[in-house]
């Protein structure tokens, strides 16, 4: 079983930067391929970046690349999503998600059920 508990949501002005970060325990997730996702109210959650276990592949939604860079410390057993130059449709719930071994497949990497773990959830807020 793997805890994921994200942190670092928080009501900012647009053109603002954050960082979020996800704390697992339970297990390790050195070997586990990370991703956030994010739910604005009344629409689905939706992907925004994901990356591999040994963090050298990383993948973004279209909506959120070249601002929000997804990034890992497995020492650490945290992952985290800076994001830059906030706008306020990047308003939302950001959850962290873990996609243990065996991996999803490529198909699966922007999807909910590409991952095993969910974590609870860390409000942003990007006021214009």
């Known amino acids: 079983q793997v805890q994921l508990v994200e942190s670092g949501g928080e009501l900012v002005q647009a053109g603002a930067s954050l960082r979020l970060s996800c704390a697992a325990s339970?297990?390790?997730?050195?070997?586990?391929?990370m991703g956030w996702f994010r739910q604005a109210p009344g629409k689905e959650r939706d992907f925004v970046a994901r990356?591999?276990?040994?963090?050298?592949?990383?993948v973004y939604a279209d909506s959120v690349k070249d601002r929000f860079t997804i990034s890992r410390d497995n020492a650490k057993n945290t992952v985290y999503l800076q994001m830059n130059s906030l706008k306020p449709e990047d308003t939302a719930v950001y959850y962290c998600?873990?996609?243990?071994?065996?991996?999803?497949?490529?198909?699966?990497?922007?999807?909910?059920?590409?991952?095993?773990?969910w974590g609870q959830g860390t409000q942003v807020t990007v006021s214009s």
């Open positions: 998600a873990a996609d243990v071994p065996p991996y999803s497949i490529l198909s699966s990497y922007r999807t909910l059920r590409g991952y095993d773990y």
């Open positions: 339970g297990r390790t997730i050195s070997n586990a391929a």
């Open positions: 990356i591999a276990w040994r963090g050298s592949n990383t």
